[in-house]
Structures are given as C-alpha cells and as structure tokens.
C-alpha cells in the first residue's frame, strides 16, 4: 500500500513539475529616464507584478539600466518609482525584451487645513489643477484629495514637466 502510494505521489509530482520546468525565463531589460530630458534616473526601483502578485523587485544602475528575468507567462507589469517623480505603470508586451520607460516630474501637495477653532478639519476637499500655458493647454488638468481625520493632507501629484 505505501509502495502504491508513493509512486501515485511522485507521478504527481512529475505531471505537476513538468509544466514548470517548461517555462524558461524572458529577461526585460531597459532603462528609466526623465520626462523632460531624458536624463537618465538612477537607483529608480522597478517592481514586476504577475496576476497582481509581485514577483521581482530591482533599482536601476547609475545609468538608469535595469534587467529582471520573469518566468512567467502571466500578463507583466512593471511598475517604476523614483522620489520626485511620478509612478509609472507599463504593462509589458510578451515579445519587448528592452524599453525606456519615462517618468514625469511629480509634486506633492501637504499641510493642515484646520477651522475656525485650531481644529483639524475633516473630509476636506482639496483640488490642485494643473494647466500647461506655454503648450496652449486650455483645459487644466484636475487632481482631488481629501483631508484625514486630523484635518491633513500629504498628496503626490503628477503635474508632469513644463507646467504652472
């Protein structure tokens, strides 16, 4: 019985392996730069998320470069921050190997919205608009938060490069 047992263990095993061991490894390579200049960003940390799982977490080198190797055949996204700069999503074709991936200047928004009394005032609005005038841009750009329950806000925004 445990004979029988052990060998219907290990060809499960092997069925369940057989897929895995199958798959090989796409690198992605590319490097991280600025929106405005195309400067390139070092030590930006690039995470790869497979099925909304992190599977791979790495920093750009001193020239923006990064390489990370995904085994898996889920859809990727690669998701790249740098202080200073605005998050970038990209999601990640199955055939691109190398890309540049371009990140806009962000600002944040923080301070203490308080009431008459001194009190920190909650669920307080707050709209920063965002209105590029030298490339004719007619039509602000809008970004809404909130205050916390102290009556604080602490909010990156992305403005993007260029803009008032």
């Not at 047992?5 to 897929?19: E, G, I």
């Not at 790495?58 to 990064?66: H, I, K, L």
């Not at 690669?78 to 691109?96: D, E, R």
Request: proline share 6%; charged share 20%; with cysteine.
């Amino acid at each position: 019985m445990n004979r029988r047992l052990w060998a219907t263990a290990c060809l499960v095993a092997v069925v369940v392996a057989l897929p895995l061991a199958q798959r090989s490894p796409s690198p992605i390579g590319g490097r991280i730069v600025a929106a405005e200049d195309s400067r390139a960003l070092p030590r930006a940390r690039v995470a790869v998320f497979a099925d909304g799982r992190q599977v791979e977490s790495v920093f750009a080198d001193d020239r923006g470069r990064f390489n990370v190797v995904s085994g898996s055949d889920a859809t990727l996204v690669l998701s790249v921050t740098k202080a200073g700069y605005a998050v970038q999503h990209v999601m990640m074709p199955m055939s691109l190997s190398e890309l540049i991936v371009k990140l806009p200047r962000a600002v944040s928004i923080s301070g203490r919205v308080a009431d008459p009394n001194g009190e920190g005032a909650v669920d307080v609005p707050i709209v920063a608009r965002r209105q590029d005038v030298a490339a004719g841009d007619s039509t602000p750009a809008q970004f809404e938060t909130v205050t916390d329950d102290l009556g604080v806000t602490d909010t990156p925004f992305d403005f993007g490069s260029g803009t008032q």
